[in-house]
């Protein structure tokens, strides 16, 4: 399946740098696995159904937007691929302690930023088509 946004040749190591980790953490495969690189772009591509159309600046945000994207669905699973602590003979280390769930809220929240930022980008919002209201004190205020 090819890649809609993600097209250059350096976007494994940019999903990689979002996130803080090498390659021997995360891979090309694992970055381009169906359950992920596909679904990150489709997302963006529901929320920017014009993004082929886009130029510029406007490009540069869908793409870190997918970026972001990706990143954000692979975070949660990176506490199972990160060893905690290594220790041998002579040498031990531990590695920083990262919420990563709160780590890929932190990215979709980043790529929605960058949505916001495309120029033709218009945010929908749901209107009410009536409201409710209740009953008021008005009469009781009067008697005193």
């Given at each position: 399946?090819?890649n809609?946004i993600?097209t250059?040749?350096?976007?494994?190591?940019?999903?990689?740098?979002?996130?803080?980790?090498?390659?021997?953490?995360?891979?090309?495969?694992?970055?381009?696995?169906?359950?992920?690189?596909?679904?990150?772009?489709?997302?963006?591509?529901k929320?920017?159904?014009?993004?082929?159309?886009?130029?510029?600046?406007?490009?540069a945000?869908?793409?870190?937007?997918?970026?972001?994207?990706?990143a954000?669905?692979?975070?949660p699973?990176?506490?199972?691929?990160?060893?905690?602590?290594?220790?041998?003979?002579?040498?031990s280390?531990?590695?920083?302690a990262?919420?990563?769930?709160?780590?890929?809220?932190?990215l979709?929240?980043?790529?929605?930023?960058f949505?916001?930022?495309?120029s033709?980008?218009?945010?929908?919002?749901?209107?009410?088509?009536?409201?409710?209201?209740?009953?008021?004190?008005?009469?009781?205020r009067r008697?005193?």
């Open positions: 399946m090819a809609k993600l250059t040749e350096t976007y494994h190591e940019e999903v990689r740098g979002r996130l803080g980790v090498g390659e021997d953490v995360v891979s090309d495969s694992d970055i381009e696995a169906l359950s992920v690189l596909p679904i990150g772009e489709a997302r963006i591509i929320a920017v159904p014009d993004y082929a159309d886009l130029i510029g600046d406007d490009q945000y869908v793409y870190a937007a997918a970026i972001c994207m990706v954000a669905i692979l975070a699973s990176m506490a199972a691929r990160i060893k905690k602590t290594m220790k041998d003979f002579d040498f280390f531990e590695n920083q990262v919420n990563w769930d709160r780590r890929a809220s932190q979709v929240d980043e790529a929605n930023e949505i916001g930022l495309i033709s980008f218009q945010e929908t919002l749901d209107a009410p088509l009536f409201m409710l209201s209740g009953p008021t004190r008005e009469k009781e008697r005193f």
